[in-house]
């Protein structure tokens, strides 16, 4: 197939997405300029007045608008049904085929049979110059890429690492993607995985560079916990084995947002068995079309990062290991191959692209 046929869709009419989201990008302040904002407020006299009264109040998290995971669940099925009312004008035969593959989906067998797929990671299993750019889809993995997507470009099917509400990724039509660093295409399983749930004796895990107004409030209330390992920057050591070691050997690998809302940990702790938790407002995690990341994640918001170790410990250890188990599970997901494997990162955001524009039919 021709690289241009590839990445388009032929169809004759588009629809716009719906006018009445509860959460629109422009209810929200743009997630970089709150950040430049608090900083600089920060920065003038209150911190030198503080410094000088030696106060060592905790660093103050922004009051924001969020919608959570489960309002994110809502979205997506909103996305779906507020299309049904739309009159359709449909002709071409394309147009035809795409509305029979959207009708075999919606009508599938409900199955467990398939030995590659484990059911309760996903939501379904069985389910797995045009129209001003609807029929066409880009990729951008940089943290600007939604303010350098907007006009013509919101029509098409952006995948995006910073897929961020705030910013506009909309739920049913962009694409979230996974940030990874590739260890081996060759041999994508080496050194993965971990330690068994009982051998974890680490409650949870951070470590990174100070980006952004989450990571600092996670620092200042945790960083002295015995159960936990919060840190900053850890020493470097060759093939980052200290960091590594620590994922391996914790239960929950925290993943806060820095300066935009995704982060390479979630993808990481999937690598190394480790449950993720997430702490990053309004973010859309990755293939979120066809993964239950709830039933293999944790989502804590992040004016609750003081109730963390509450969190983490209210979750029964039956829990726990079936969370663990489908990190496991789910992890096959988000590898990448030098030639592309059935059910792999490859394969499932193209099923993804494939997916939203189906069913926006």
């Known amino acids: 197939m021709e690289k241009k046929k590839l990445a388009s869709f032929n169809r004759e009419s588009y629809?716009?997405?719906?006018?009445?989201?509860?959460?629109?990008?422009?209810?929200?302040k743009d997630s970089y300029s709150s950040v430049n904002e608090s900083s600089s407020d920060n920065s003038t006299g209150k911190s030198s007045k503080n410094a000088q009264n030696g106060d060592k109040?905790?660093?103050k998290m922004e009051t924001l608008p969020v919608m959570s995971i489960s309002q994110m669940n809502e979205e997506l099925k909103e996305s779906r049904s507020s299309l049904h009312s739309v009159p359709h004008q449909l002709s071409s035969l394309v147009d035809q085929q795409l509305l029979?593959?959207?009708?075999?989906?919606?009508?599938?067998?409900?199955?467990?049979?398939?030995?590659?797929?484990?059911?309760?990671?996903?939501?379904?299993?069985?389910?797995f110059k045009r129209t001003n750019g609807s029929d066409h889809f880009l990729a951008g993995c940089h943290d600007w890429a939604p303010a350098e997507t907007r006009g013509l470009l919101l029509n098409t099917i952006r995948a995006l690492c910073n897929?961020?509400?705030?910013?506009?990724?909309?739920?049913?039509?962009?694409?979230?993607?996974p940030t990874t660093y590739v260890r081996s295409s060759k041999n994508p399983l080496k050194d993965m995985g971990g330690k068994p749930p009982t051998q974890r004796q680490i409650l949870a895990f951070f470590a990174g560079r100070m980006h952004g107004y989450v990571r600092p409030v996670l620092l200042s209330h945790w960083g002295n916990d015995t159960?936990?390992?919060?840190?900053?920057?850890?020493?470097?050591?060759?093939?980052?084995k200290n960091y590594i070691d620590h994922m391996k050997s914790s239960k929950y690998c925290i993943c806060a947002r820095g300066f935009a809302v995704h982060s390479p940990r979630v993808v990481e702790s999937l690598f190394y068995d480790c449950v993720p938790v997430i702490i990053s407002d309004n973010y859309v995690p990755p293939l979120f079309e066809v993964l239950n990341w709830e039933s293999f994640a944790v989502f804590i918001l992040e004016k609750d990062?003081?109730?963390?170790?509450?969190?983490?410990?209210s979750i029964s250890e039956e829990k726990y290991v079936e969370m663990y188990e489908r990190v496991k599970k789910v992890r096959e997901h988000f590898f990448w191959h030098s030639e592309p494997v059935k059910y792999d990162l490859f394969h499932m955001i193209l099923h993804s692209v494939w997916y939203n524009r189906v069913f926006r039919m």
């Open 15 to 28: 629809f716009s997405y719906p006018k009445n989201r509860n959460f629109t990008s422009h209810y929200f």
């Open 57 to 59: 109040k905790k660093p």
């Open 100 to 127: 029979e593959a959207k009708s075999q989906i919606e009508n599938a067998a409900f199955t467990n049979n398939d030995s590659g797929l484990y059911t309760p990671i996903y939501r379904n299993v069985s389910m």
């Open 163 to 177: 897929a961020d509400i705030r910013t506009g990724f909309q739920i049913g039509k962009d694409v979230s993607l």
């Open 227 to 240: 159960d936990m390992r919060i840190y900053a920057r850890m020493p470097h050591v060759k093939g980052n």
């Open 305 to 313: 990062i003081v109730n963390l170790k509450k969190v983490l410990l």
